[in-house]
């Protein structure tokens, strides 16, 4: 069973170990390398993590608290932009069975927002 729940700091190191192996296995799907995130010490990744309405992390996690999972939510802040959301890269543990984690984190995400539509 996959649960589904936002990061938390105790969370970090998981958290940054996923984001690394990502980084190195699809090093095209994101704006950073794996050499500059490698350098970024755990205290700012501790920093980074935030569970705001519209700034968080999902992370899917086994029966024994395993992260295999994660995506982000972002909404602009801007007055003007305010109605766009998004859906960060979708990250997952490569021996993962993927089927149903990425619907998963579909619905856990649209409860979410729909809970703080204004």
Request: proline letters at 3%; aromatic letters at 12%; hydrophobic letters at 40%.
């Amino acid at each position: 069973m996959i649960l589904i729940r936002n990061i938390q700091s105790a969370d970090a190191e998981a958290y940054w170990n996923l984001r690394l192996e990502a980084l190195q296995m699809n090093p095209e799907a994101f704006g950073t390398s794996y050499e500059e995130a490698a350098l970024v010490p755990l205290s700012d990744v501790v920093k980074q993590i935030q569970n705001k309405r519209d700034h968080y992390i999902l992370g899917a996690f086994t029966k024994d608290h395993q992260l295999v999972g994660m995506t982000g939510f972002r909404r602009e802040q801007k007055i003007k932009t305010s109605i766009r959301e998004q859906i960060g890269e979708f990250m997952y543990h490569r021996p993962t069975e993927v089927r149903g984690l990425l619907k998963n984190f579909y619905w856990k995400l649209s409860a979410k927002v729909e809970k703080w539509k204004v």
